[in-house]
């Protein structure tokens, strides 16, 4: 096995870096649908390390329910995931706004969605990635999840190929 302190330096290159920059790279440069896409593909990228394996919607749940506690599972699954990422379409429970559309994270509208401000969702996400990390360098049993995944899927990158 690799030395864990460079396992987790290229996981935080890859998630940090690489995957998370991009959706505020995105959100920056006006693709905000495209931000709340690539956050949820985001969400599905550390669910596969935090389960170990290749994802689905039971651990999509799973990591929504641990790190990312004050949103329903089941509704970012099914209309963030599914429905935006999937479908292109915006679900049954959210609306998607940002800082200059107005709106309050998580207020509710009259016809009853629950309103999503990207950056307050991109803050909370981003507050998950740095919890699942610090259980990652503390938790041996996370570590071990993570790296097999690392070890079966490979981790997103650019540029020179490395091999694991």
């Known amino acids: 096995m690799e030395d864990k302190n460079e396992v987790i330096k290229k996981m935080k290159h890859s998630l940090l870096d690489m995957a998370f920059n991009d959706i505020?790279?995105?959100s920056g440069g006006g693709s905000k649908m495209g931000a709340f896409i690539l956050a949820?593909?985001?969400?599905?990228?550390l669910t596969g390390f935090y389960c170990g394996e290749k994802a689905n919607g039971k651990h999509y749940k799973s990591f929504v329910r641990d790190f990312l506690p004050k949103y329903d599972p089941d509704k970012l699954y099914h209309d963030l995931r599914c429905g935006l990422v999937h479908n292109y379409s915006v679900g049954q429970?959210?609306?998607f706004t940002?800082?200059?559309?107005g709106g309050t994270h998580f207020e509710t509208t009259m016809k009853g969605l629950v309103i999503l401000n990207l950056e307050d969702f991109l803050n909370d996400l981003e507050r998950a990635v740095h919890d699942y990390f610090k259980l990652l360098e503390n938790d041996p049993k996370i570590f071990d999840k993570a790296y097999r995944r690392l070890k079966k899927f490979g981790i997103l990158t650019v540029g020179p190929i490395e091999k694991f």
């Open 98 to 101: 940002d800082a200059n559309k």
């Open 24 to 26: 505020l790279r995105a």
């Open 93 to 95: 429970s959210y609306v």
């Open 40 to 45: 949820s593909c985001f969400i599905d990228y």
